[in-house]
């Protein structure tokens, strides 16, 4: 009742805490109190759930948090060894477009995440099980699907953002190979099996009842029964750390060392079978760990016999060794035929006594003595070594068995079978194991008609664990060293059937790629046969014996090279799978044209022979992966023809095409050795198997991804055949620009949009516009410069002249028609190109009352650009005029799509808008700001223009220059940040860009430029200092509720700090060994001053602020710091600064800072919007005029 109480007092607090336990995916949909009330719904949208729920940490109430030195005592849980972990920002709820910072862990079963590194419970769990595919979506971001969710994360970069994808890729990959293990699968399906007990529970502290799940030895906290079932859950429960306490009438506390959850039932009697439900878990989770007890108390088994990582809890029961749950993965995938896999703990079942003690008398360590007798150092595993290793490392050694001591009698097979038969009589597990992974076969004939079999021999003479030995291994696979691998050539064989003969120029063979021009004379004339196979060339036509030659199913690629790269007009070059290149030449190009095709009809394999009918430019195989399968690589037949990459797989029988100017990402990864291809909904590793021939291929296709010419469909395209630089420039400008005055029509700044054009032309995929880095106007010219030059214009040259003549049609019906028509015959690129654009003209001029483009303005513009005009002819204008007016009915378009996207921009503006607050944007990137000098006054105002790299020193001495003051020595100048609202201010560091902090900055903050009192004295303390640390006791509240929803119910208490080189902890007391709380000191921010309401023991207090490093709205955790005197608070604060800054907390020069500053003139006044852009295009003309008279004319208000 209590509770009830509190929720009634405080409601808001509390209703903060019930939607941080929800999804943050749906916290508006679950929100009903805010759904209630729709005006509070909205006020809040914004703003609010980008900070709530970092808040008081976990979506589960504190209340049942347990103090680290209780929790020392305690055992670890039994988790999966984790995979990766760390931090990624996941996709926002809904109604919000801000990120939130989540510490994002994988192991094989579970992708879970959580508010902190700390926690140990998580606030999603997803099995990977129940995760059907990973996909890479934008900038750094990427999405996991489920069947009925997905979760979108971001990484800090794509190379950050790659290796997340590749490791899931890895762990659902694991799990679909789990099938061959049978019944047992390794893994918990996305539902736990079998639930004990289900139903809702009341959890203390939150109001709304969770779905609670008791299965083996788990309990599953879900957020509702519909969740349960998606497989979705919140968190797990490891039950062998847990106890389970009859409490009160309804309530029971399920106590583990690190929280206590305190439930209640709906009925004493519900609450007796939850009891029951809940210890028998935890009976069975602790029986779960009687084998694998048994097997560890042979202290070599606790150790992973493939890679050393510690408490393994797999086996392969024939192979009689045991490692861990990574390791298990790529036993696996190496098939029960090999290794038989199984679980310690879930397959209890298995575990005879017979087994177990076969597992202690032969342990990790003697089995080792057979299976790792020679490993190369270079080759061994450690816990976390990566998968690629770890499947190369354990193919090797148990399907190749690459690493035994081989038996002596190896190679023959009578003697083994024979010594077999007679070690099977004795105890000698370990000679058992050698001779049967060496090749003495288990169910040879022992000549003994009373014991024909090996096993009933050892029965005979009670040897148990012989029988059991020999049982797990009747139908092993021997290991066989001489199928080196996946790649395995058979599929190859050559057809012997061809035959070809003729002269043919021939330089001498390289190890390297050509790279320069091969004159005539570098090659030499030579009789060339290709018979059965093999490719011999001689001297002459009458020599016998052959110069050299190799063997068809040594080459690996073959490319034809375009005419006169060579002193012979037509060459070729061939790649062999022993790292050679052979260049050849002939006079003709009938005669190439035969030799590649006898060549590569002789090296392709039959299902792949339709590639022999493309031009290409370039063919061969090559190994791959791709998304079905990142277990092991395979080998596929590639042929590049022009900008298409045809394929046939292994195992698809038909042959498939990528596009590769369509591609969304391309990229090297991996030193050079992985070929990334990236297409909507699959991505593609091509891997560098050799270096020679890998590097032509990756070469060729990075070639073939480039635009190949000045027409709209020679560039590279998106998906939907738009080229790339459209939706890059549209992209940008949606984003950036779209209240941007006069956008479209202003200027920018010629030689930064060349550049910019150029880049896109080289690659337009890789160009990522950034805010800051590319100004609005000047893409906007990039956009419109394309279309103005690309060959014959977005309306085709045959067809403008139709198009311009439509606008004279008086008859709206017959115009629109008449458009669609014309529409309908544009090639599929232009179509789609026009379609694109004129979206983003219309969606521009639905904001003509911010950026005052309307409909005429962006015709004026538009017109000429698209039909590459003078301009002179209005009816380029009308055209443009009349398709965005139309666009609806000419393009045949979904208006609720259409006013989803507007409201869509709606959003972004307002985001914008409460970012920029008190910062007028000016053009993109550079803004005008509002500084003052020395207080908050309206006399005080300076703006300046802060561009993208202006520090912090920098705009001090601006406003210094301005008001002509002169620094004195000892006078501190300098930039602070200072918000009203917290009472808070920070001094800027003198070298910090200003603009990050612009965007930052709250509606109640500002910048002041004025003398920091304290300077002196902090540097003198740090002066004294011999090593810059600090420590002590301070007085310590948390926030714990929503910045700025009413107080926190925390209180000050005292703490004990340690501030070093990286981190500040937080210790109970003095005593305390364990830190409370760890921060690391880059990402802290510490403000002066705590805001009063908060009421601070004394008057010396810090506001710190935690937050992760993203240029959007950051995530902020907030606490508080009191010091007992003001030097104290001083020497904290210098201590901050000067670890944040490497020591140097003061310019050592400020006059050279001063005169290295860059020149305030602007030149880019052509951003500032000076044109009116209203009125007719005269009234626009003699605007253009005047200001080009006097520029500065309409500067001067400012
Ligand atoms: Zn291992």
Redesign the pocket.
Known sequence: MAEKDEFLVVPKLEHRRLSSLYSDDEILDDDGEAASDPANRVRHSWKDYGLSTLQDSVYLPSLGRITPSARKEDPSPPLSPVIRQGWLDKNPPQGSLIYQRRWVKLDADYLRYFDSEKDIYSKRIIPTSSITSISNVGEQKFEVVTHNRTFAFRAESDLERSEWVSVIQDAVGDHRSSGDVGAHSLGPSSVPPTPEMQGYLELRGLRSKLYVVVSGDKVFLYKNLEDYKLGIGITSIEMNVGNVKDTDRRSFDLITPYRIFSFAAESDQLKEQWVEAMRESVAEALSNYEVAKKIWSEESNRF??????TM?EWAAINLCVV??K??AGEHRGLGPSISKVRSLKMDKKVWTEELIQLFRVLGNERANLFWAANVPPSED?V?ASCSDD?RRFIAAKYREGKYRRYHQLFGNQQELDNALCINVQSDDVLETLSLVFCGASVNCDTGNPEFPTTISLAQSFNQKLQVELLSQNRNTEVPRSEVGGPMDTVHYMAPPSITHNGFLFKTASMARPITERKSKEEFSRRWCTLNDGNFHYYESDKNATPNGGLKMKEIVCLAVNPPERHGYDYTFEIYSDSERLYLFGADSQESVKEWVKSITKSFIPASAEDLLNRDFERIGRLKYKDGLNLQSSRVGCFALVGSMLHTCFEDSGGEEVIHLRKLQELSIQQENEVLVLVERGRTLYIEGERKLDFLGWSAAIQQAARSSGDTLCQQQLTESDIPVIVDRCVDYITQCGLTSEGIYRKSGVNSKIAALLESFRRDARSVRLKEGEHQVDDVSNVLKRFFRDVEGGIFTSEASQDWLSTTGLTDETQKISQYQFLLGNLPRVNKATLRALVNHLYCIQCFADMNQMNLHNLAIVFGPTLFQTDGKDYNAGRVVEELIEHYVTVFNVNEQQLQKQLDEITVIIKVRENLNAKVPPSGSGDFICTVYLEEKKETAEQHVKIPATMIAAELTFEILDRRKISVRDKDYWCCFEVNEKDETERPLHYQEKVLPVLHSLGTDSYLVVKKHISMEAMLVYLASKVEVSKHGMMKFREERNLLGLGLGAGSFHDRYFILSSTSLRLYKEVRSNRPEKEWPVKNLRVYQGIRKKLRPPTCWGLTVVHENEKHEKPERQQWYLCCDTQADMREWFATFMSIQHEGSVWPADTMKVRANRTAPLDVRLGNVSLIPLRGSENEMRNSVAAFTADPLALFRNV
């Open positions: 992973c016999a493939d890679c050393r990582a393994p490692f861990c990574r390791c595993l816990p770890r």
